[in-house]
């Protein structure tokens, strides 16, 4: 079934979202519950798509790659395409920041600040890198027959993007764009209990004049609708975010048509704090590193290094400020915290707050569920902070993603370094110190893709994104991003004519007229 609407409504009166392929709205017989996290009541509907699903939708963007309408626009069509999007995305933004809060959890000013606005900068900056992009450049004019070089960078193919439940209109901004910009064609898979951010950026996106069947989208589960697209033979390359242990899933099932990946995978950040830092700083962005969004971000600080003479003050400091932040209702404006996203997510997160107790640590505050008027219902999970941690404790060197930080002394700066980097992951790390240049070179000592000094979360647009070690392979954002979805081509031109200084002889002898 297809339809020229995104969204209808259900027999239940709720919104019901269809899927997106081939230019169509396209429903499914069976459907899933969308539910708000914080009130657990299901606000929406979605289509559930099953294998036929995906096969319609990667013939349809190998249809469109192979017309070759969007491929062959120019570079600066393309982003007027982008910047038209992101237009309509910025005149939505109050309607898609209520809406990420309801389905996902986010306290309102984190959604309209980082849910909605991440993905506005970051659209047009991508448009901006499809203007000024390297698409073709000269090589050196070399050799013993007088060559010309050119290298050109084209586009792959289908692409097939995974989305996440945690960001997912900012993940779908960050699988599509780079994917569109470089002139391939794209199938997003968006997680179904957060369904509505890759639709909506289907339907600005067909709204600002991207030809049908570029970009698609489908709804349903990783095992099953996920593990399908990945290993699909005609999607060329799969950009996927997630956990470490689904990610070397997805490069399995990849391996067999030897498709190139972006993986972006899990973290477990340590956040150093030098003796010269500025504690009034350093204690707010501790906090920050570990609870935004309730802990619920690959790249978040959830080991805390101390200086053993400041553990103690430090400690009281954060203990202290986290009393003052508000855990709620994610529509109210005085909200810090919000739930995490399921059930599930609160029962793993609770089972490792245990885990933590049982191997020693100390609870410095949190440790449960709230409880009381507003928390009837709702997954919700205290912020948690452990001192009396050791590094090889699971509730420091696993992903528990929920609000829950492990705090970690140390002597000396080598201690801590070292610490730091004993972990499988390597996706972000965090330096505190009032003296830049002794931060920098510890900085430099950190295996992480992204290191922050005295901030974090700083997820600029204009530089790489990625992983060291198990958090994952490839880069997000920058021009890195426009390089992964696309593949070198050299072109090399006689500009001799002369038959007599070339090879040929090595095989044929005296050349013809010799």
């Known amino acids: 079934m297809s339809s020229n609407e995104r969204a209808a409504v259900d027999r239940d009166g709720l919104p019901h979202y269809r899927m997106f392929i081939g ?9 899933y519950e969308v539910v708000n996290p914080a009130t657990e009541e299901v606000i929406a509907t979605a289509a559930k798509a099953d294998t036929s699903h995906v096969d319609a939708a990667v013939a349809a963007a190998n249809e469109a790659y ?3 309408a969007w491929r062959n626009t120019a570079p600066v069509d393309r982003a007027a395409v982008i910047d038209r999007a992101a237009a309509l995305l910025e005149s939505r933004a109050a309607e898609l920041a209520e809406l990420g809060s309801r389905e996902c959890g986010f306290p309102l000013r984190l959604s309209e600040a980082i849910c909605v606005g991440f993905p506005l900068t970051h659209m047009r900056n ?17 050799g ?20 996440p439940w945690n960001f997912p209109l900012v993940l779908a901004v960050w699988k599509a764009l780079p994917a569109l910009a470089a002139g391939n064609s794209v199938v997003l898979k968006t997680d ?9 950026l289907a339907a600005i996106l067909r709204e600002s004049g991207l030809p049908d069947g570029v970009c698609n989208v489908v709804v349903g589960d990783g095992p099953t609708i996920g593990a399908y697209l990945v290993a699909h033979p005609d999607v060329r390359r799969v950009s996927f975010t997630g956990s470490t242990q689904t990610g070397r899933q997805v490069m399995r099932d990849a391996a067999a048509g030897l498709k190139q990946l972006t993986l972006e995978l899990g973290g477990k950040g340590p956040n150093i704090v ?3 830092a500025d504690l009034d700083a350093a204690v707010d962005g501790a906090a920050y590193a570990f609870l935004l969004h309730a802990g619920q971000g690959c790249e978040s600080g959830t080991r805390l290094l101390l200086p053993s003479a400041l553990h103690d003050e430090f400690v009281q400091r954060l203990v202290g400020r986290l009393k003052t932040l508000k855990v709620g209702d994610p529509l109210d404006p005085a909200t810090d915290i919000g739930p995490v996203m399921s059930a599930r997510q609160r029962e793993r997160v609770l089972r490792y707050i245990e885990r933590g107790r049982a191997e020693g640590a100390t609870l410095a505050c949190g440790g449960g569920a709230p409880s009381g008027p507003g928390f009837e219902k709702g997954y919700w999970v205290e912020p948690t902070v452990f001192t009396n941690v050791r590094n090889d404790m699971c509730v420091a060197r696993e992903e528990i993603f929920g609000p829950v930080l492990s705090v970690l002394a140390y002597d000396s700066v080598d201690e801590a370094v070292e610490i730091a980097n004993d972990t499988e ?21 950190l295996e992480a893709g ?30 890195d991003a426009l390089d992964e979805f696309t593949q070198a081509k050299s072109i090399t031109i006689d500009l001799s004519g002369r038959v007599d200084r070339r090879a040929y002889g090595l095989v044929l002898g005296t050349p013809l007229g010799g």
């Open 23 to 31: 230019g169509a709205w396209v429903d499914s017989e069976e459907k």
């Open 66 to 68: 192979s017309a070759g």
């Open 126 to 142: 991508f448009a901006e890198l499809t203007r000024r992009y390297a698409w073709e450049r000269p090589g050196p004019v070399t």
């Open 144 to 163: 013993q027959v007088l060559n010309a070089q050119l290298v050109r960078r084209e586009p792959i193919g289908v692409c097939g993007g995974i989305v």
């Open 192 to 200: 179904e209990k957060t369904p509505t951010g890759a639709l909506e």
């Open 274 to 276: 030098l003796d010269d």
């Open 425 to 445: 992951y390597g996706l972000s790390a965090g330096v505190w110190s009032q003296d830049n240049q002794r931060a920098l070179e510890v900085a430099e000592r």
């Open 450 to 479: 992204s290191v922050w000094i005295n901030d974090w979360h700083n997820i600029s647009e204009h530089v790489p994104f990625g992983g060291y070690k198990q958090s994952g392979v490839g880069r997000e954002l920058g021009p």
